[in-house]
Structures are given as structure tokens and as C-alpha cells.
């Protein structure tokens, strides 16, 4: 294991009731409950006791597995959880808010073999509604209401991932065919620039949205081209937590049904230098959000490593597509997360980030690639 991973993943468990308190989301500034940062926990001490075996994290992992189900006050309804509180957004955090939780009731089932955190995860996944015909869910509202699809194309993605590591346990039919069916329909689904990064939002069903959509992609070409305010900023930082998903569905049975020009055509954007620069370069006046949010005084970009940890993200995905990208790179993708975030005397990511405990929690994003084959980097 990364040195600094481990460093930073004991410093959390040593201070794990102090560690969990609401967030910030990021960038985006939302009030969030601690449901969210207790997942992360969770799935950081679940992944420990499994690289480690040391029984004294079976207390804690069950301590927060129990905050996950006896959370009345984040689920009023006996619906979905409230991820966040703030009056312009819902308070889901669409369907991948939702996802997070059911990673980590996932993560304490793995290690306590407890059917209470598998049934509630099952009971939380088949809350939301699938679309048949556009192979999407919809959010759930915490009073049980049946809301839109769910337009943002790393939720449904992350939602399908966490649904897969969901079925390789329960063999829950519904749950398989649902992930299945979005697999197959990637292609549709999502959209791709030329160079090879995801596109945002998700690919409209009817025809006027679809022209609207790529007239609104021609756009934004020609803006990024002028250094004009456009989202391909945003995109290059959600780019490999959009890989280290299709990571988790290629390495827990959907490899299958995975659209094989997507995968290949993304990870090859990873060696792009042009991808290296926008996660190192502070351009935020280039984010088309920028309106929306606080100044930003950051080193780099503020959705990369700043937020979605991307050094952490590129070691699961050179674990699992190890063949078709280089190790040297995730390598350097690390060593740039560690550049840029962490505090070697604290052993947190406070430096260059809006949010710093929710970004030292997602950590776990980098244990579960020693977790799941105790690989060595």
C-alpha cells in the first residue's frame, strides 16, 4: 500500500468520531449531512480489515454501519436520505447521493456478513424507478415521490457501479437486469468529445433535445478553443471518476456489457498531455460554474484532485484496465494528488481543497484497489 494512503487512512480511524461531521460538497458549497462522510469511513475501515485483518475495526465498522440504518433523523419518511440541505437543490443529491450510502451499508455487509446492511442497501437501490426506455432511474424523493431522471451522467454511472458491486452479492434479478440494461445502452447514453473526455450531462431520448444537445456541444467546442468560459473544465475533473465506475462495473461482472470505443477511446485521453495540464492548472475563470460558486484560489482544478481525488482514482483504474494504461502514469497522477493535498504532518488533505474532510475520506477510493487484490504499487 501508498504510503501516504495508509498514513492517511490510520489517522481517520484513530480519530473516527472526531473525523465525521456534515460537509460541504466540494466546490459546490451545499450543507451536507454526515451521512455521506460516514460511508466514506465506513468503506475505509471495511477495506482496512481487509488488507490488514486486524479484528479491533470490526467495532467501528459496525458503529458506523449502525448510523447508516438508525438514521431517522436523514431518513424522516422511511424513503430516501437527506444528503444535504440547501433550499435551490434537492435533497438526494440526485440518485448518486443515495449510491453513496449503499456503498457503505455494501462495504459493512462484506465484513460482518450482517444481512441487515445488504437488505437495507437492496431496499434503498429499488427505491428508485428505472426508465425501461431510456435505461435511466429517476431520483426518489425523501417523501417517496417518483422525481425526474437523473440528466447528470456520473450519477447514473456511479449509481449502475455501486449497483453492480450491489447484484455480485445478492444475485438480485431486478437490480442485475436494471445495471445490465444501462450497461448496454452506454453507447446511447453518453457522449464523448473527439479527444476522448466525457461530456457531462447525459444524451436526451427525444429529438429536440438531441439537437439542442449537440448544438450546445459545437458551442462549447468553440469557447473552450477561445478560452471562453464552457465545461470541459469541469469535465477533465470528473474524468476518472467517470473511468474508476466503468472500472467497477469491467472488474464486478458487467465487463461484458461495457461499450468497448467509449472505454478505450477515454483511458487513451488519460495519456493526453492536454488532460495532465487542465488538472494542474488553476483556469477557473474557464469553468462555465464559475458564476455559481466561490472564488477560487486553488493550484489546480478544482474538481480534480481538489475534489475527486484523481490521483487516488487513477491507481483502481490502472489496476483494473492494467493492460491498457500505464502504470507509470498513475504513478504520476498520485504523485500530483500528493503534491497538491496532502498535509504530511496532519496525514489530511487540507491543502488546495474547498472541502478537506470530505476529500481525506475519499482515500478509500485508492484502498480499494489494495483491498481487492492486495496489489503493490
Same mark, same amino acid.
Given at each position: 500500500?501508498?504510503?501516504?494512503?495508509?498514513?492517511?487512512?490510520?489517522?481517520? +480511524?484513530?480519530?473516527?468520531?472526531?473525523? +465525521?461531521?456534515?460537509?460541504?460538497?466540494?466546490?459546490?458549497?451545499?450543507?451536507?449531512?454526515?451521512?455521506?462522510?460516514?460511508?466514506?469511513?465506513?468503506?475505509?475501515?471495511?477495506?482496512?480489515?481487509?488488507?490488514?485483518?486486524?479484528?479491533?475495526?470490526?467495532?467501528?465498522?459496525?458503529?458506523?454501519?449502525?448510523?447508516?440504518?438508525?438514521?431517522?433523523?436523514?431518513?424522516?419518511?422511511?424513503?430516501?436520505?437527506?444528503?444535504?440541505?440547501?433550499?435551490?437543490?434537492?435533497?438526494?443529491?440526485?440518485?448518486?447521493?443515495?449510491?453513496?450510502?449503499?456503498?457503505?451499508? #455494501?462495504?459493512?455487509?462484506?465484513?460482518?456478513?450482517?444481512?441487515?446492511? +445488504?437488505?437495507?442497501?437492496?431496499?434503498?437501490?429499488?427505491?428508485?424507478?428505472? =426508465?425501461?426506455?431510456?435505461?435511466?432511474?429517476?431520483?426518489?424523493?425523501?417523501?417517496?415521490?417518483?422525481?425526474? +431522471? =437523473?440528466?447528470?451522467?456520473?450519477?447514473?454511472?456511479?449509481?449502475?457501479?455501486?449497483?453492480?458491486?450491489?447484484?455480485?452479492?445478492?444475485?438480485?434479478?431486478?437490480?442485475?437486469?436494471?445495471?445490465?440494461?444501462?450497461?448496454?445502452?452506454?453507447?446511447?447514453?453518453?457522449?464523448?468529445?473527439?479527444?476522448?473526455?466525457?461530456?457531462?450531462?447525459?444524451?436526451?431520448?427525444?429529438?429536440?433535445?438531441?439537437?439542442?444537445? =449537440?448544438?450546445?456541444?459545437?458551442?462549447?467546442?468553440?469557447?473552450?478553443?477561445?478560452?471562453?468560459?464552457?465545461?470541459?473544465?469541469?469535465?477533465?475533473?470528473?474524468?476518472?471518476?467517470?473511468?474508476?465506475?466503468?472500472?467497477?462495473?469491467?472488474?464486478?461482472?458487467?465487463?461484458?456489457?461495457?461499450?468497448?470505443?467509449?472505454?478505450?477511446?477515454?483511458?487513451?485521453?488519460?495519456?493526453?498531455?492536454?488532460?495532465?495540464?487542465?488538472?494542474?492548472?488553476?483556469?477557473?475563470?474557464?469553468?462555465?460554474?464559475?458564476?455559481?460558486?466561490?472564488?477560487?484560489?486553488?493550484?489546480?482544478?478544482?474538481?480534480?484532485?481538489?475534489?475527486?481525488?484523481?490521483?487516488?482514482?487513477?491507481?483502481?483504474?490502472?489496476?483494473?484496465?492494467?493492460?491498457? #494504461?500505464?502504470?507509470?502514469?498513475?504513478?504520476?497522477?498520485?504523485?500530483?494528488?500528493?503534491?497538491?493535498?496532502?498535509?504530511?504532518?496532519?496525514?489530511?488533505?487540507?491543502?488546495?481543497?474547498?472541502?478537506?474532510?470530505?476529500?481525506? $475520506?475519499?482515500?478509500?477510493?485508492?484502498?480499494? $484497489?489494495? $483491498?481487492?487484490?492486495?496489489?503493490?504499487?
Amino acid at each position: 500500500m501508498k504510503k501516504e494512503v495508509a498514513e492517511i487512512s490510520h489517522s481517520i +480511524i484513530n480519530n473516527v468520531n472526531s473525523f +465525521i461531521s456534515c460537509t460541504a460538497n466540494g466546490p459546490y458549497d451545499d450543507h451536507e449531512t454526515e451521512l455521506r462522510i460516514t460511508a466514506h469511513v465506513l468503506c475505509i475501515c471495511a477495506f482496512l480489515y481487509e488488507i490488514e485483518k486486524n479484528v479491533s475495526l470490526l467495532q467501528p465498522i459496525n458503529k458506523l454501519g449502525k448510523r447508516l440504518l438508525h438514521s431517522e433523523s436523514y431518513r424522516p419518511n422511511g424513503y430516501t436520505c437527506i444528503c444535504r440541505n440547501k433550499e435551490t437543490k434537492d435533497k438526494t443529491n440526485g440518485v448518486i447521493g443515495q449510491a453513496w450510502i449503499i456503498e457503505g451499508l #455494501i462495504e459493512a455487509y462484506r465484513v460482518t456478513k450482517n444481512r441487515v446492511y +445488504i437488505s437495507e442497501a437492496e431496499e434503498l437501490f429499488l427505491l428508485h424507478e428505472f =426508465d425501461d426506455t431510456c435505461c435511466l432511474w429517476h431520483s426518489r424523493d425523501i417523501d417517496g415521490r417518483s422525481r425526474s +431522471i =437523473d440528466n447528470t451522467f456520473n450519477h447514473q454511472l456511479w449509481f449502475a457501479a455501486i449497483g453492480s458491486l450491489l447484484y455480485e452479492i445478492t444475485n438480485n434479478n431486478k437490480i442485475g437486469n436494471q445495471v445490465t440494461e444501462f450497461c448496454k445502452n452506454i453507447n446511447r447514453i453518453c457522449k464523448i468529445h473527439r479527444n476522448g473526455l466525457f461530456i457531462h450531462q447525459i444524451y436526451p431520448n427525444m429529438i429536440r433535445g438531441k439537437i439542442k444537445f =449537440d448544438l450546445k456541444t459545437i458551442r462549447e467546442f468553440t469557447y473552450s478553443m477561445s478560452g471562453l468560459p464552457n465545461m470541459a473544465y469541469k469535465e477533465n475533473g470528473y474524468h476518472a471518476f467517470n473511468l474508476y465506475a466503468l472500472a467497477i462495473l469491467e472488474k464486478h461482472g458487467m465487463k461484458e456489457y461495457l461499450p468497448e470505443n467509449i472505454i478505450k477511446k477515454s483511458l487513451r485521453y488519460c495519456e493526453n498531455r492536454q488532460y495532465m495540464q487542465s488538472l494542474c492548472s488553476n483556469n477557473h475563470y474557464t469553468d462555465v460554474n464559475t458564476k455559481d460558486l466561490k472564488a477560487c484560489y486553488l493550484q489546480c482544478n478544482r474538481y480534480g484532485f481538489a475534489y475527486n481525488v484523481t490521483g487516488f482514482e487513477m491507481l483502481y483504474i490502472s489496476y483494473v484496465f492494467y493492460k491498457r #494504461i500505464s502504470l507509470e502514469l498513475a504513478n504520476e497522477m498520485y504523485n500530483k494528488q500528493i503534491y497538491f493535498t496532502y498535509n504530511e504532518e496532519k496525514h489530511i488533505l487540507d491543502r488546495n481543497t474547498e472541502d478537506s474532510r470530505l476529500v481525506t $475520506a475519499r482515500v478509500y477510493e485508492a484502498l480499494r $484497489a489494495f $483491498a481487492e487484490e492486495k496489489y503493490v504499487y
